[in-house]
């Protein structure tokens, strides 16, 4: 019996071949591996589809099988299963990423005796317009944190330290008109240019 591989074990890009080489050959299509520099080729009538391994989704994966769009229409990543979450952050970013480049992602799984293979995406247009607009609402608070900072104190690249938004600088604002002023009320604070957001800031 064969050794079960661990997903943190080291595999090689060519072990990838052979569990996807049996899924599509069960579906009917041609495999072929290394053509013409593509990793493998499947075919069935018109049908042409090219994958390109590697053991994990890296830049040089991604540009080589944008390279092989030129050839087809469908072509997809193969990597092995990554060891973190397909519900994380990093998974979630990665696929979007892949969707944007009409690119078909699959996943190869060495946990059981028996390789799986699991198509994460299929290749299919990606809708530029549909996204802008399911994200309307992020680009509009984009532009708001824009327009409620009046001061530049972030350096770019700042990762895991303190940052300043416009939400502090209102605060800081308010603090100091009743620092000024002494007590006031919202009406008479939002007079002095504190703001719409003043009474809740506030509260």
Same mark, same amino acid.
């Given at each position: 019996?064969?050794?079960?591989?661990?997903?943190?074990?080291?595999?090689?890009?060519?072990?990838?071949?052979?569990?996807?080489?049996?899924?599509?050959?069960?579906?009917?299509?041609?495999?072929?591996?290394?053509? !013409?520099?593509?990793?493998? *080729?499947?075919? &069935?009538?018109?049908? +042409? @589809?090219?994958?390109?391994?590697? #053991?994990?989704? %890296?830049?040089?994966?991604?540009?080589?099988?944008?390279?092989?769009?030129?050839?087809?229409?469908?072509?997809?990543?193969?990597?092995?299963?990554?060891?973190?979450?397909?519900?994380?952050?990093?998974?979630?970013?990665?696929?979007?990423?892949?969707?944007?480049?009409?690119?078909?992602?699959?996943?190869?799984?060495?946990?059981?005796?028996?390789?799986?293979?699991?198509?994460?995406?299929?290749?299919?247009?990606?809708?530029?317009? !549909?996204?802008?607009?399911? *994200?309307?609402? &992020?680009?509009?608070? +984009? @532009?708001?944190?824009?327009?409620? #900072?009046?001061? %530049?104190?972030?350096?770019?690249?700042?990762?895991?330290?303190?940052?300043?938004?416009?939400?502090?600088?209102?605060?800081?604002?308010?603090?100091?008109?009743?620092?000024?002023?002494?007590?006031?009320?919202?009406?008479?604070?939002?007079?002095?240019?504190?703001?719409?957001?003043?009474?809740?800031?506030?509260?």
């Amino acid at each position: 019996m064969e050794q079960i591989m661990k997903e943190s074990e080291r595999i090689w890009e060519t072990q990838l071949f052979q569990p996807i080489y049996d899924y599509f050959e069960k579906l009917g299509y041609e495999v072929h591996g290394e053509v !013409k520099d593509c990793d493998i *080729t499947v075919s &069935k009538d018109d049908e +042409l @589809i090219i994958i390109e391994l590697k #053991r994990r989704l %890296n830049l040089d994966l991604l540009i080589q099988a944008v390279k092989r769009q030129r050839l087809a229409e469908d072509v997809y990543i193969a990597i092995q299963k990554p060891n973190y979450s397909i519900f994380s952050r990093k998974w979630k970013d990665l696929c979007f990423l892949v969707r944007r480049l009409e690119l078909g992602l699959i996943t190869v799984s060495f946990k059981e005796e028996t390789p799986e293979v699991d198509i994460i995406l299929h290749p299919s247009p990606f809708d530029r317009e !549909k996204n802008r607009r399911a *994200t309307k609402k &992020k680009a509009k608070n +984009l @532009i708001s944190e824009i327009e409620g #900072r009046h001061g %530049n104190y972030n350096v770019g690249g700042s990762a895991g330290k303190k940052l300043m938004t416009a939400y502090k600088e209102n605060v800081i604002q308010i603090a100091c008109c009743l620092q000024k002023y002494g007590q006031l009320a919202p009406k008479e604070l939002r007079a002095l240019g504190t703001g719409k957001k003043t009474l809740s800031i506030l509260n």
